[in-house]
């Protein structure tokens, strides 16, 4: 029986942190609490700290010193954080168009699911999506939450190139595409709204923990959001929620 977390060396450099396989909310929160709390500690070297649905990740800028000691202070401060406490997390209103022209792949989800499109859009926006992390692309966000009834394998040939801002369902999941890029996830939908910009300061406006709630919008809207997004106009709806 393995006790977790469980510390690993990964090469000479990092240092996994495993929280076990269960991929749920409570287990996030751990991941992220003791995400902050490392990153608040003072290392002898310069660390990076990433998280995934249930590890962290320790990347250290040379090799370390001595592995067992740095075992044993990360075991340390595990034993010290009160990972109980709930993180604060923002939760995002992500305008979305669905109509046929950017819901490329809705007629054919609608056909396997044997649900009508109207049925898809609302099993679609109704839930509040959990950010479990951000990778693949700069800005992609890893959402979990998706409907059970909306659940769909990938393309078996995915695109090669989707368009930036499309959002798409794969397996259990759902997200949004930062930028062109190929993809085979099922695209419902496509949003105007920019997930990275390198020139923004964060440039990605979530973080692993904040949660996505779709809205529905006309093309009419979707044309004049994006010009505000364009022109530097448009302001993310969010609300914050703290622990």
Known sequence: MIDYPKITPLGD???LIDFGENISTDTLEKVLFFKQKLENEKFKQKVEVVNTYNSLLISYMFTIEDVYS??????????????????????????VCYDKEFGLDLE??????????ERILELHTTPIYQVYFI???????????????????????????????????GGNQTGIYPKNSPGGWQILGRSPIKLFDKNEDPPCPFTAGDKIKFEAVSREDYDRIEQEVNEGNYQLKFEDHYG
């Open 135 to 169: 990778g693949f692309l700069p800005g992609f966000l890893y959402l979990g939450g998706l409907d059970s009834r909306l659940e769909i394998p990938r393309k078996e040939t995915p695109r090669r190139m989707v368009e930036k801002g499309s959002v798409g369902i």
């Open 70 to 95: 740095e075992f044993s202070r990360l075991k340390g401060l595990l034993n010290e954080a009160n990972i109980p406490k709930k993180p604060n997390y923002k939760i995002f209103q992500i305008p």
């Open 13 to 15: 450099r990092s240092i």
């Open 108 to 117: 054919h989800i609608s056909e396997v699911k044997k649900l009508s499109i």
